[in-house]
């Protein structure tokens, strides 16, 4: 399920804009998440075989994702 989620993401954010947005979804989403093993998210799309254009985690700069 991680997997198919992820690359759902990476199909929807074909803009800057878009992608800042996911970005701030997933930022937003890490830090609501107590007990979240950042090392295991962050290596999530390593995991499934994807290339993510940014880093996961609760400190992403979303406004430095073009």
């Known amino acids: 399920p991680c997997c198919n989620g ?6 929807l954010a074909g803009t800057t804009p ?6 701030r979804c997933l930022v937003a989403t890490a830090k609501s ?3 979240i093993k950042g090392e295991l998210v962050s ?3 390593r995991a ?3 290339r ?3 880093p996961i985690g ?3 700069d979303c406004n430095r994702i073009h």
Do not use: A, F, K
């Open 33 to 35: 998440i107590t007990g």
């Open 43 to 45: 290596g999530l799309p």
């Open 52 to 54: 993510l254009p940014y």
């Open 6 to 11: 992820i690359r759902s993401l990476i199909g």
């Open 18 to 23: 878009d992608r800042q947005g996911v970005c």
């Open 48 to 50: 499934c075989n994807v």
């Open 58 to 60: 609760p400190n992403v």
